[in-house]
């Protein structure tokens, strides 16, 4: 009964031991823990941070998207009738001057019945609608009329968050730069840096690409007139006529022209006749 009673208490006696020596260890691996890494350690934790995709980076620096001002991108087509194209143009230069406006590009011409004028013009995003008004007073029906608003909010606020995401990327790499002290290391992260600097690039010219057509909105202005004053329809029949064989004349010289123009070919197409018909000759003698 004394022996049993002396193992009992040398196995409590025991298991209290290892109790406490697992509190001990367990003690010890946490301090192991909360102690800072070393250097080095520090430095890799540091580059992985900066290796951040484009999408963690960007919801990090993303701006508040309530707070931003709608970006629209208007555009406008307008065809129509005027009595006097050189009285519309000089009514669309007033609304040049008054709007800060500018044109684009302005073509001109005429046709067989009528002559026409298409003017591109860029104003002012907030002038859009006053421009039109003022170039559309004595108009009296539109053949065409074509608004159109793109929003490019979106796609805005995403250009200038990665805008920024890489920005940030690029500051990091430079700190990592600062701090390698191996060349092979040097040469990794400038050839990140050159890569982030072209994706830089591209976004800063995107960005301005739209800050741009969001600040100038683009209107396509189509003016003709069928005013017998300016478009020749005055001509008589027998005019029509003389016409009709001038331009069949020209038809003609242009068409003797371009022959003139493979005259090389002709001539291998000729001389290639002859000798076949010479051979089947020969062979039917």
Not at 164 to 180: D, G, H, M, Q, V
């Amino acid at each position: 009964m004394r022996l049993i009673l002396f193992y009992t208490t040398l196995l409590t006696v025991l298991q209290g031991c290892n109790k406490s020596s697992e509190t001990q260890d367990d003690k010890i691996v946490s301090t192991e823990l909360m102690a800072p890494p070393p250097k080095e350690e520090a430095v890799e934790a540091a580059y992985d941070v900066a290796e951040l995709t484009d999408s963690d980076a960007a919801v990090v620096s993303s701006p508040d998207q309530t707070t931003v001002t709608p970006k629209i991108i208007k555009t406008g087509t307008l065809r129509f009738e005027t009595a006097d194209l050189n009285e519309s143009f000089l009514q669309i230069q007033k609304a040049l001057v008054k709007h800060k406006a500018s044109i684009q590009n302005d073509d001109s011409g005429k046709d067989y019945a009528s002559s026409y004028r298409n003017v591109t013009v860029r104003v002012p995003n907030a002038s859009f609608d006053a421009f039109i008004a003022d170039i559309s007073q004595g108009v009296k029906h539109f053949d065409r009329k074509e608004i159109s608003a793109e929003d490019v909010t979106e796609e805005y606020v995403d250009v200038e968050a990665r805008l920024k995401a890489k920005k940030i990327l690029e500051k990091r790499y430079f700190e990592l730069l600062s701090k390698a002290n191996k060349v092979s290391e040097m040469l990794e992260i400038e050839r990140e840096l050159s890569k982030i600097r072209e994706e830089i690039e591209a976004k800063e010219g995107r960005l301005k690409y739209l800050q741009h057509q969001v600040a100038m909105s683009t209107i396509h202005l189509e003016m003709y007139t069928n005013n017998p004053s300016e478009s020749g329809a005055t001509v008589s029949y027998f005019g029509k006529m003389g016409n009709a064989m001038k331009d069949g004349f020209n038809n003609i010289a242009t068409f003797f022209l371009g022959i003139l123009n493979i005259w090389p070919f002709i001539l291998i197409f000729v001389i290639l006749i002859v000798f076949l018909r010479r051979r089947f000759k020969k062979k039917t003698a």
